[in-house]
């Protein structure tokens, strides 16, 4: 009673946070969709989408990606919002938007858990200002975890679970397997289950039509990963202990947002036993619910697996789906208190006191992930992610725009390109395009670029004069603006340098390249 009555007295204010919090952080992303500046990843799904006339293009153009269709497919139907990647940003804003929504209005954690996770790293930078696939996985996630007492009666919603998920990006694969271990075990191994399922008098169909869409869309997603199966170099020992501590630390910078030297042996075990510690605190405390171990534990596998043996991971958005993993688990472990096995001793770790270690190792974690994310987030409104969109106003700016360019490397000046909307010869692909064209390109030596530049002068023999667009490592990216390079059929004048990038990649360099007449 006296618990109640306090919980009374809070309540005003905590449903003033409940609405404020979420509110905020929708109002910031929707700043930082119109601020952020794309850099070239960003850049690269906007433009498959941008240049594809209708499916089949997508289709083509998304193929030598290594990604599934499902992300492109979303940007070219919110392309035409306005015609510029901004589209594609708003689009990313509501969908990371939706996903703290539905956090905040169906997950059992308490306020003080709700704000730091907000904020996050994940949720609050990587998953959000940054367009990337990555926001569709933390979406599915959280509507699974919310629609997770659904089971009782169908499993067509999470049978669209595991199906848009495959068709996501290989590391999601791991996260529907995770949904469908879960929900094939409790069919087995919980009577309870199966009763209040077959209730349903069209179960049978219901059955059926979940097995067939859940297959249809993973045998889709397969194929579209097939395409880039040459790409996909399996480890070649089965027993690395390196490698194996390097995927533990993939675990380690789930829960704490770092990850250990690699070339350092002793970096990797303490960190290996600093995860072994957050394991198992995080499994004693879910252990209580059946459900909610059997997907961390299949979630972790599958990850692990998959890290192992296919791909370690390049950064923290991918290590990032051993976190989403982490607060699912939590999120099912809580939400099913009713359900698990009865404890003398057990209590809501995140809403009653207790002497239990794990909330605050929870805590810290998160709390680590609130500066993180906070950080990258005013860093980002004081630091261009990419020089890409200055670059391309600058050209814009002098009415250059239409003037040829020569540009390299593809992988970085897709940045300018999206935002000039045209396409740039680029020598890897020994003519026109606006964006990295894997299966087609050649990587070229960078201090090769100008040996290119005269190839194309005498491919292109009434084309005088041009820019010359290079990134970050150019050979000649150490002249002065007004410095220039003279050689036998042309002479390299250096216009302007943009450096101002949060990524050193994404410096740009403009130069004009005038043919010499005799």
């Not at 690699?262 to 619910?289: E, G, M, N, V």
């Amino acid at each position: 009673m006296e618990l109640k009555r306090i919980q009374q007295i809070q309540l005003p204010e905590q449903s003033f946070y409940e609405i404020f919090l979420p509110t905020l952080f929708i109002i910031i992303g929707l700043f930082g969709a119109f601020n952020h500046a794309l850099w070239r990843d960003e850049m690269q799904g906007w433009l498959v989408a941008w240049q594809s006339d209708d499916l089949i293009d997508l289709w083509k153009n998304n193929a030598p990606s290594g990604h599934p269709i499902l992300w492109s497919l979303l940007i070219y139907f919110s392309k035409n919002i306005t015609g510029t990647p901004l589209s594609m940003q708003l689009m990313h804003w509501f969908l990371g938007s939706s996903a703290i929504f539905i956090f905040w209005r169906f997950s059992p954690f308490n306020l003080l858990t709700k704000a730091l996770f907000t904020f996050g790293y994940f949720p609050f930078w990587e998953y959000f200002f940054v367009c990337r696939h990555y926001v569709i996985a933390e979406l599915i996630i959280f509507i699974f975890c919310s629609i997770f007492h659904l089971r009782h009666q169908t499993y067509i919603p999470f049978a669209l679970c595991i199906g848009l998920l495959a068709n996501t990006q290989a590391l999601s694969w791991s996260l529907a397997f995770a949904i469908g271990v879960t929900l094939l075990l409790d069919w087995f191994l919980n009577p309870y289950q199966r009763r209040n399922y077959m209730k349903n008098k069209n179960w049978i169909f219901d059955l059926i039509s979940s097995i067939t869409i859940s297959f249809s869309l993973l045998c889709f997603g397969a194929f579209s990963l097939f395409q880039v199966r040459d790409s996909v170099k399996l480890l070649s020992s089965f027993i690395d202990i390196r490698h194996f501590l390097r995927v533990i630390g993939q675990i380690f910078g789930g829960y704490m947002l770092i990850i250990p030297n690699s070339s350092r042996f002793f970096d990797l075990l303490l960190c290996a036993l600093i995860t072994l510690i957050l394991l198992i605190s995080t499994i004693t405390f879910i252990k209580s619910y059946r459900l909610a171990l059997i997907y961390f534990f299949s979630g972790i596998i599958f990850l692990f697996l998959f890290n192992y043996f296919l791909f370690l991971g390049d950064g923290s958005r991918h290590y990032g789906y051993y976190f989403l993993l982490i607060i699912s688990s939590l999120w099912l472990a809580l939400s099913n208190q009713d359900q698990q096995l009865k404890s003398p001793n057990r209590q809501n770790l995140f809403t009653k006191g207790n002497l239990l270690y794990f909330p605050s190792l929870l805590t810290i974690c998160l709390t680590i992930h609130m500066v993180a994310g906070i950080h990258m987030v005013i860093n980002d409104f004081r630091l261009p992610y990419s020089s890409g969109r200055e670059t391309a106003k600058y050209i814009q700016t002098n009415g250059w725009e239409d003037f040829p360019i020569f540009a390299t490397r593809d992988v970085e000046v897709a940045t300018v390109s999206g935002y000039l909307d045209r396409e740039f010869y680029l020598p890897e692909l020994s003519g026109f395009g606006s964006y990295a064209q894997w299966a087609n390109r050649v990587v070229l030596d960078r201090t090769k670029t100008l040996d290119e530049v005269e190839v194309y002068l005498n491919k292109f023999s009434k084309v005088n004069k041009l820019l010359l667009l290079l990134s970050n490592r150019s050979s000649i990216k150490n002249l002065e603006p007004g410095e220039s390079l003279s050689f036998d059929k042309f002479r390299v004048i250096a216009d302007s340098k943009f450096e101002n990038s949060f990524h050193d990649s994404e410096m740009f360099y403009l130069y004009w390249v005038e043919r010499i007449v005799d």
